[in-house]
T-cell receptor
Framework: SAVISQKPSRDICQRGTSLTIQCQVDSQVTMMFWYRQQPGQSLTLIATANQGSEATYESGFVIDKFPISRPNLTFSTLTVSNMSPEDSSIYLC??????????FGPGTRLLVL | QKEVEQNSGPLSVPEGAIASLNCTYSDRGSQSFFWYRQYSGKSPELIMFIYSNGDKEDGRFTAQLNKASQYVSLLIRDSQPSDSATYLCAVNGDSSYKLIFGSGTRLLVRP
């Protein structure tokens, strides 16, 4: 399975600012995804990060709020823009392999004040 | 709206017992089914996946799938306190590899 790292591991941010989260995979992968896990909740898919094209967003998530980049097959970024306290959450990236299984990074714990 | 349902628990079992975790899903077209374990403060860890009806065993874990009943379960034999965690059921129903997660069942294994 792929080994995934994320930076930063946690951050405390002020309302109205933006934070970019990085996700690095140790091998080339076809699929990369971004999820949000709010306190005490399960995982919600934000978007699929597509290499070389725009990300595919799920209902309720928009590019202006969560811009995503995927410049190559091992790296992606998620930006949380114009943050509010409701954006306080754990943000997780995952990668998918040919067996459709997904492996998760360690997550980024975000607190917005 | 595709849904995956799990009992939130907590499910409490004594050490050495069999823990049975259950999950139902709404989309009959779902093809792939996954169980993840998530310890508090950690990210989800893949335990097992199953594609075909029947049982799949891996060590102390057995996944069971019944597509006719739209039901998937995870059995943990000889439960250990270290198995105490939240278990997430996830389902993939189309070709995009997207996973839909249940809300998770919290398992407590009492020493």
């Amino acid at each position: 399975s792929a080994v995934i790292s994320q930076k930063p591991s946690r951050d405390i941010c002020q309302r109205g600012t933006s934070l970019t989260i990085q996700c690095q995979v140790d091998s080339q992968v076809t699929m990369m995804f971004w999820y949000r896990q709010q306190p005490g909740q399960s995982l919600t898919l934000i978007a699929t990060a597509n290499q070389g094209s725009e990300a595919t967003y799920e209902s309720g998530f928009v590019i202006d709020k969560f811009p995503i980049s995927r410049p190559n097959l091992t790296f992606s970024t998620l930006t949380v823009s114009n943050m509010s306290p409701e954006d306080s959450s754990i943000y997780l990236c995952s990668s998918g392999d040919s067996q459709e299984t997904q492996y998760f990074g360690p997550g980024t714990r975000l607190l917005v004040l | 709206q595709k849904e995956v349902e799990q009992n939130s628990g907590p499910l409490s079992v004594p050490e050495g017992a069999i823990a049975s975790l259950n999950c139902t899903y709404s989309d009959r077209g779902s093809q792939s089914f996954f169980w993840y374990r998530q310890y508090s403060g950690k990210s989800p860890e893949l335990i097992m996946f199953i594609y075909s009806n029947g049982d799949k065993e891996d060590g102390r874990f057995t996944a069971q799938l019944n597509k006719a009943s739209q039901y998937v379960s995870l059995l943990i034999r000889d439960s250990q306190p270290s198995d105490s965690a939240t278990y997430l059921c996830a389902v993939n129903g189309d070709s995009s590899y997207k996973l839909i997660f249940g809300s998770g069942t919290r398992l407590l294994v009492r020493p």
